[in-house]
């Protein structure tokens, strides 16, 4: 077995919604970006099977040993080791613009031909939209998490986890960038987190209007940014995997 040979720091930025597959079962791709700047992408971690102290959000600094994968040719791809996983930190909210200014681009075309996979976009007019799924579908994936959650996975012998809850909705961007228009929805788990915390405290219709203005009028009024990456199989298709309230950057950067 390789042996996972790198000892990395990254913020985290991106906890996409939970996916599933045999090899690993229930696992969340995440994205951060490394004290110097540069993008890495950890996968596979089983989020929810991890300790509580290890569980990390959006901004957290986490320490953890990785290695290249070989199935991965992406540049800022790792294994992650799993147990490794250790929470040291958090970004300030004070220090978030300046640290993610190097990293804004206004064009997904200009990072691919540098062979980057992993973005951080500046939408321009970005509309948002909500589109409720077909009973059928969500019932497919209730299903389909209920039977992948029954199952042990490769990092904990641990009973079976409670299976995700499939997001009754989708929410999509319509938005603008230097190379034309684009439409996605959003993979980002914390949008789905959000809705459904607001539906649990407000009920299902309030919670909608809430979406609507927040993440249709707030963010792009005060400003906002899409952590974008590429899907593992069709390199070409951008996804977007984060959606980050963030300002305008006003004055130059601060180096560190």
Known sequence: MQEYDEH???????????????????????????????????????????????????WDR?????????????????????????????????ERQNFLSRLEVTSINAVKEKGGSLALLRPKNPVFSIERKDDAEVEEERARNKAFAAQPDMFTAAAAIIPYEPCPYRFKYRYET????????????????TFFRWSKHYGEKKALEYMRRVFGEEYPQKGMA?????????????????????DEIIQQSLDF
């Open 62 to 94: 986490i320490r953890f040993k990785c290695r290249k994968p070989q199935n991965d040719q992406r540049p800022e791809s790792r294994r992650v080791d799993h147990q490794s996983i250790e929470v040291i930190g958090s970004l300030k909210q004070s």
């Open 226 to 246: 899409f952590a974008m990456g590429t899907h593992s199989v069709y390199p070409d298709t951008w996804l977007i995997n984060g959606v980050i309230r963030l």
């Open 8 to 58: 990395a720091e990254a913020i985290i930025l991106v906890k996409a919604s939970p996916q599933f597959g045999k090899n690993h079962g229930e696992t969340v791709c995440c994205a951060g970006v490394s004290l110097d700047g540069h993008w890495l992408r950890l996968y596979p971690v089983t989020f929810r099977t991890l300790d509580q102290a290890s569980q990390f959000g959006r």
């Open 178 to 193: 230097d190379d034309g228009t684009r439409e996605g929805t959003c993979q980002d788990w914390e949008t789905d987190a």
